[in-house]
Structures are given as C-alpha cells and as structure tokens.
C-alpha cells in the first residue's frame, strides 16, 4: 500500500513500520485480504478536513480506497492501549467492513449463516446495542461507526467487553480470531 503525507510532516521508515505494524493486529489471524480495498493511506499532522466532510477528523476511510489519519490521533492512540481509542484500529476497521461492499457494520464473512448472525446482532438489534454503548461512544450515527468503535474496544479493552457485552465479544472474536477461549 502507498504511505504519503501531507507536507507539513515528513515521514521516516520508522513511521512507515510503525503504522504497518498497528494496522496488522486487525487482520493478523484472519489475513491480509481484508486490506484489498485500500489505496493509499496518508498521514496528517494533526485534524483534518476533506471534501466529504467539513469538520477536521482524526481519520477518515473514503469509498474511493483512500484512509487519512492524524499523526497527533495516531500518538494519542498508542500512548495508552488500554483506552479503547486507537484511531488506526478505527480507520482499518472501516476498511475491513467496506470489503464486504459497503459500509454496514459487517465484515465479509464467507458463510450465510454467519452473516445472518451478524445481521441479527449488528443490524437488527442497532438501537437497543447503541444505547447500550452510547456511555461509551457517544457519536455512533450507524452500524459501520459501530463496527468500528466496538473493534478498537475488542483490542483494547478486552475484557471489558467480554464482562459487558459477551455476545458482542463473542461474535468479533468468531472474525477477528484473536483470543483462545477456555471452553
């Protein structure tokens, strides 16, 4: 993938490595083809704004193939993992959900059944999983933001979800097969 940046930032190897080595934690146990969609990535000093949307953002991941991210939110992310918010995992959750074709909260699954209980769960039950979560995000306008938002709490805050929410926690490790249960 193609990693530039805006001018006011010079990227190193270092930066480069850095980002690739985050943004693999998504797909490390499910493989790299869930990176297909994206183009190119480029890295921002701090906030930012594009045509789409005209308030400065953290990340964004366009239909066109497209993920910006701030370098300032990429910091804040990594400086404490357990927080639940890692604009990488964010950007690249989006990416892994408009595989499937579409920004929808549901990754490309390779059965129906799974995406059928991923529907039920996602889709569905949106409303009453929103207000569930909205202590904790606050800004969920849709499924995809959803998807999003509860991938950076299943990488970083586990447990907390495991407790909160156990067939959230279920169904995203049944994807992103990061964690060996005891049975």
Partial sequence: KSI????????????????????VRLIRKIGLRHYDYINNIIIFPDKFETEEFKFKLDGVTGENGNLGLSWKAIIRGISDSTDGDCVITHEFAHAIDLLSGDFDGIPHLNCDKEILHWENIIIKDFQQLKNEVKHLFSNIEDESELFAYLSEYFFEKPNYLREKLPSIFELFNRFYQEYELKQ
């Fill in 4 to 23: 530039k940046s805006t001018q006011d930032i010079t990227l190193t190897k270092y930066h480069k490595t850095f980002l690739a080595c985050a943004a």
